[in-house]
């Protein structure tokens, strides 16, 4: 079965297609063509994703993204067996370029398509490595717009333990590199600054990393870098690397809390975050000392595209998910 994923939920626009095939030991995915086309420039300058920027972008470059796409393979669109899109989370105006464009493929070339959460896409990601999930699983998600912890007892099957009241990990990283005037994505540039520092003598404040749930807070880190930036000069790699240890703890020490109540056989780190080399080798140890598998995708297949879109598609391709292209509608 082919697969083509449409993904255009933030600020990357992601064409991919995905030959699944059963196999005795397990489905077996295999990524024929990846291709994204990145906004970064467009965004660098807020800091941030403006939204409708994101829009207007996705628009210009969402036709070249899939010309691009079946240039690198042999396929062709009567090969296509499902479309898979993202219908949401995500932003709106972004989310409906990605739909729309969808549903007239779908339309012009006559194919089912099937509507794909982007978290659930996130997660999925993992599969693409050919790797089997034990479960129970906990998933930690952590990307630019969500942080969540999630029991997952079998695909489709998920529990959201927690997620961030405010902003998500990757929405910290961010905010913080531009607080210290490096550029965006922050995660990237504030790895690569505490890379340059071997032990940082600044405190930060470690938020509800001692409150007995499986929530978190970020803004008031983020708060906590700007009041110690306004009082003095901060020595920038030195602020970086606690910024990116303050994070880490957190998320390490909820996901292993969850891990130990929930008697997860897997720990899934997955979303933008996941590419961070710190935290994939923090985690990796703790899972070690458990004795629990620990799955993270390639650190390019941890930011958006549309790879993940087609496998989360094609374990929803038999569900009620799959609409008639004019039902398909975002946020579902
Ligand atoms: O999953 P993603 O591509 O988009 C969303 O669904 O939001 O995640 C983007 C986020 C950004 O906040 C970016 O700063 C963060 O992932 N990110 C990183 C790293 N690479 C990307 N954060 C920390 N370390 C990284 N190496
Ligand atoms: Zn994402």
Redesign the pocket.
């Known amino acids: 079965m082919i697969i083509l994923g449409i993904e255009t939920?933030?600020?990357?626009t992601g064409i991919a297609i995905v030959e699944v095939a059963p196999t005795k030991v397990g489905v077996v995915f295999d990524i024929l063509s990846n291709t994204i086309s990145s906004q970064i420039k467009v965004h660098q300058k807020y800091g941030g994703v403006v939204p409708n920027l994101a829009a207007r972008e996705h628009l210009k470059n969402i036709e070249p993204c899939l010309k691009t796409t079946f240039k690198q393979v042999k396929t062709k669109p009567k090969d296509i067996d499902l479309i898979a899109v993202t219908i949401g989370p995500?932003l709106i105006p972004s989310l409906l370029i990605g739909v729309h464009f969808a549903k007239t493929l779908a339309y012009k070339w006559q194919k089912p398509i099937v509507g794909v959460n982007?978290i659930e896409a996130?997660i999925l990601a993992i599969l693409l490595k050919n790797k089997k999930i034990k479960f129970p699983a906990i998933a930690l998600v952590?990307?630019?717009?969500?942080t969540q912890l999630i029991l997952m007892s079998d695909i489709g099957k998920y529990k959201i333990l927690g997620e961030t009241r405010d902003d998500?990990?990757?929405?910290c990283?961010?905010k913080v590199?531009k607080l210290l005037g490096l550029g965006?994505?922050?995660?990237?540039e504030?790895?690569k600054q505490a890379e340059k520092c071997k032990k940082s003598n600044i405190d930060l404040t470690r938020p509800m990393i001692n409150h007995k749930n499986y929530d978190f807070s970020f803004s008031g880190l983020k708060t906590a870098v700007l009041y110690k930036t306004k009082k003095q000069k901060v020595n920038i790699p030195e602020m970086a690397k606690e910024t990116?240890q303050a994070i880490i703890d957190v998320l390490i020490s909820k996901t292993m809390k969850a891990a130990k109540e929930c008697k997860a056989k897997t720990i899934i780190l997955s979303?933008?975050?996941a590419?961070?080399?710190e935290?994939r080798n923090q985690l990796n140890v703790k899972c070690k000392l458990l004795n629990v598998n620990f799955l993270v995708p390639t650190?390019n297949l941890?930011?958006?595209n549309g790879t993940m879109i087609a496998v989360a598609g094609y374990f929803n391709k038999s569900t009620k998910n799959v609409k008639a292209n004019a039902n398909l509608r975002i946020g579902q």
Do not use: M, R, W
């Open positions: 939920s933030c600020d990357d995500g982007h996130h952590v990307s630019g717009g969500h998500a990990a990757g929405e990283f961010d590199a965006y994505p922050g995660g990237p504030i790895s990116q979303g933008g975050v590419a961070n080399e935290l650190k941890c930011t958006d």
